[in-house]
Structures are given as structure tokens and as C-alpha cells.
């Protein structure tokens, strides 16, 4: 059976209820559900791309942070004002690091 109005679909079948106007809508509406796919996997596609891009980064951040704070922590203090903003700048970059640990280990 092929009939736009009732979603029938059979070669050679043509339902006496549908006209030529119904034709061209459900057309229309198929064209429409086509581009929206097509954009929908575009969309896609541009996101994998991105997050890809985003991981390569943020690997690279959280590989500089680690070293950062390793060097950090086997110098001396001198490398801020005080003793206590060291630890503060110390704990800041640990959780930092983290977060950025816990995303990456996000499947």
C-alpha cells in the first residue's frame, strides 16, 4: 500500500483518499526531515571534532599544571609572597589538576 496520508507504503498502490496536494506535502515534510538529519549529523560530526580538539588540549594543560606543581613543591617557597599563599597556589593547582584528570577519565 502507498498512501501519504495514512503512511502506507506499497509499490503500485494508490489510495482513492490522497490528492496530488497530499503528495507534494508529506514530499515537503520528507525533504524537510532529510535536511534536518543532515544537519543533525553535521552537528555531530563538528562536535566529535571539538571535543577531540579539546581533549588534545587539555591533556596538554593538565601535563604542565602536574609539572608545575612537582617543581613547585621540590623548590623553595620563595616562588610567592608568603608561605601561606604557596600552599593556597599548591591546593588551587592540585584541584585543578583534579578536574581536569576526572574529565579525562570520563568515557
Do not use: W
Not at 53 to 60: D, H, K, N, S
Amino acid at each position: 500500500m502507498n498512501c501519504v496520508k495514512h503512511n502506507f507504503f506499497e509499490p503500485g498502490y494508490q489510495c482513492k483518499d490522497c490528492t496530488i496536494e497530499d503528495l507534494r506535502a508529506r514530499v515537503a515534510e520528507l525533504e524537510a526531515a532529510a535536511e534536518a538529519y543532515k544537519s543533525e549529523v553535521a552537528t555531530c560530526h563538528r562536535n566529535e571534532g571539538d571535543r577531540i580538539r579539546y581533549r588534545e588540549a587539555l591533556v596538554g594543560t593538565a601535563a604542565s599544571l602536574a609539572a608545575a606543581i612537582s617543581l613547585l613543591e621540590r623548590g623553595s617557597k620563595k616562588a610567592a609572597p608568603s608561605d601561606k599563599m604557596f600552599d593556597q597556589m599548591i591546593r588551587d593547582y592540585k584541584k585543578s589538576l583534579d578536574s581536569a584528570r576526572a574529565i579525562l577519565n570520563q568515557k
